[in-house]
């Protein structure tokens, strides 16, 4: 008798894969996961103190296992880990394991960038040594430093537009075309995904687009609508469900948006159930997207 | 008897230690460490097929040995390692021990950029964790994203030019005000320098200037006098003398430059004193650069 290959389903697009989790789950929600030592809850603060790898580490799988089913992404910050050496790259692996495990799309934050071979060295550190789906990158080098990174299995989220204060520095300045340096990375972030479309519409190539800025971000969806926006800025940073509506196209879908801080550090300092307090912020917000964007 | 304290001298500014390291050296000649396994001289080739971890990191310190005294600055390019994930990490921490052992200035090669307490996380992991002299940044969210690189005893080096041919898509755009985008990075990149001139006049904030557009070269040098570049694209990828002359001050001062494949893939398929092949490539560049830039 001749031994048959095992059946092997085709793999599904990485952005048809993202919106479908989306649309199981009922909402958007994209858990934060930057998990700082001197935020831990009371019972991991000794752990802490002599093993802080560990302790982030042990965090993060609480967290994962607290939202389960309210959040279909979560996005994994690689700083956080990476400030440990070996032992944070451990505890970074030990995370992504336990995401996978537990369903969720996964979204390593880790903003890299760089030219020819090094860019596919990178690509090749997310996906396949770290086995993220996504991962998030810069686009100063232009589309050459993108195409490692977008496939059909997985993709990137390009920086276009950020949160923080001095993102206006650069990414305001008027070019003589009348663009802004924000938009013409949206052109070149719309065009570099145009040959990745999944069978939704959307490209493999997403778009990191601030919540802080909703009049930006209407003008940067309108220039970008085959692309994802990861939107982060939800919650503690300080935009709302105003802010975040210009990110989704006319038919409701188009954007993650991530909330971090008011989600994993949702407990008191003597906070006995800290990962149940996790899970009750990560199913408020999640009502509170729900609800906002059907209304 | 009172124990006393153990003297330690003060902490050298990083941008001094940098030129006094190019200086003793004869040249400003940086070794670019990118190893990657399908290159590696035929005698590592077992060890890489099955350990490919292991194998860069004897490559590496081959490299290392052999450039002594040649090369005074080492780049290390972070995504060559990572893409191992923990046993890579752990190559490039044994990477990064060799170099500082043998007095190596050491660039960690990295191109981080995030916003707010995920950059102070990069530069934990760049300077605690790697402990390297400098790491290279992406300038793209601002100013606040660059300023925890950036103290007295170690430093960055921000992309302001890059020598992809992709690189002209977003650099060279034009502004209203006449600048192109990669000027109007040069200028935020002197003014967040400003405040970390070290005593021989240069910043701890540096900047990344491709070898391959001296014309642009030239402007970006006028822009940032307080700017150490850090010159990438010499030799292989075919900028030459003429080429970096523009990223020099007057005084014959203020750039790196580094040469890579051409210096560590100096060896062919049958060379069995392929560490020997590297240290004559060396040699032979230090040379150039030592004649070059004099005449």
């Given at each position: 008798m001749?031994a048959?290959a095992?059946?092997t389903?085709?793999?599904?697009?990485v952005?048809d894969?993202?919106?479908s989790?989306?649309?199981r789950c009922?909402?958007?929600?994209?858990?934060?996961?930057?998990p700082v030592?001197?935020k831990?809850?009371?019972?991991l603060q000794?752990?802490?103190?002599?093993?802080?790898?560990?302790a982030?580490?042990?965090f993060?799988?609480?967290?994962?296992?607290a939202?389960?089913?309210?959040?279909?992404?979560v996005k994994?910050q690689?700083a956080?880990y990476?400030?440990?050496?070996?032992?944070?790259?451990?505890a970074?692996?030990?995370?992504?394991?336990?995401?996978?495990?537990?369903?969720?799309e996964?979204?390593?934050?880790a903003?890299r960038g760089d030219?020819?071979?090094s860019?596919?060295?990178?690509?090749a550190?997310?996906?396949e040594?770290?086995r993220?789906?996504?991962?998030t990158?810069?686009?100063?080098?232009?589309?050459?430093?993108?195409?490692?990174f977008?496939?059909h299995?997985?993709?990137?989220f390009a920086?276009?537009?950020?949160?923080n204060?001095?993102?206006?520095?650069?990414?305001?300045?008027?070019?003589?075309?009348?663009?802004?340096?924000?938009?013409a990375?949206a052109?070149?972030v719309a065009?570099a995904?145009k040959a990745?479309?999944?069978?939704?519409?959307?490209?493999?190539?997403?778009?990191?687009?601030?919540a802080?800025k909703?009049?930006d971000?209407a003008?940067?969806r309108g220039?970008?609508?085959h692309?994802?926006?990861?939107?982060?800025?939800?919650g503690?940073q300080g935009g709302?469900?105003?802010?975040?509506?210009?990110c989704f196209?006319?038919?409701?879908?188009?954007?993650?948006i991530?909330?971090?801080?008011s989600?994993?550090?949702?407990?008191?300092?003597?906070?006995?159930?800290?990962a149940?307090?996790?899970?009750?912020?990560?199913?408020?917000t999640?009502?509170?997207?729900a609800?906002g964007?059907?209304?």
């Amino acid at each position: 008798m001749r031994a048959e290959a095992p059946y092997t389903p085709p793999m599904m697009h990485v952005a048809d894969r993202l919106l479908s989790a989306v649309q199981r789950c009922g909402a958007p929600l994209c858990v934060g996961l930057d998990p700082v030592v001197g935020k831990l809850p009371a019972a991991l603060q000794t752990l802490g103190a002599t093993k802080p790898a560990s302790a982030i580490e042990s965090f993060s799988l609480a967290v994962l296992a607290a939202c389960v089913r309210v959040a279909p992404v979560v996005k994994i910050q690689s700083a956080c880990y990476e400030r440990y050496g070996v032992d944070g790259m451990k505890a970074l692996a030990a995370t992504l394991e336990s995401a996978r495990e537990h369903g969720y799309e996964v979204i390593l934050d880790a903003k890299r960038g760089d030219i020819g071979i090094s860019a596919e060295h990178y690509a090749a550190a997310a996906f396949e040594a770290a086995r993220a789906d996504w991962v998030t990158v810069n686009a100063y080098l232009g589309a050459d430093g993108l195409a490692p990174f977008v496939k059909h299995d997985h993709g990137a989220f390009a920086l276009v537009r950020t949160s923080n204060p001095g993102g206006d520095a650069l990414q305001s300045l008027r070019l003589s075309d009348g663009r802004s340096v924000a938009e013409a990375v949206a052109d070149l972030v719309a065009d570099a995904g145009k040959a990745a479309l999944g069978g939704a519409g959307y490209s493999s190539l997403g778009a990191v687009v601030g919540a802080t800025k909703p009049a930006d971000a209407a003008r940067l969806r309108g220039r970008m609508p085959h692309t994802l926006f990861l939107v982060p800025g939800y919650g503690a940073q300080g935009g709302g469900i105003a802010d975040i509506k210009p990110c989704f196209n006319a038919d409701g879908r188009g954007a993650i948006i991530t909330a971090s801080r008011s989600i994993i550090y949702a407990f008191t300092n003597d906070d006995d159930d800290w990962a149940g307090s996790i899970r009750r912020a990560a199913e408020t917000t999640h009502h509170e997207l729900a609800e906002g964007l059907r209304a």
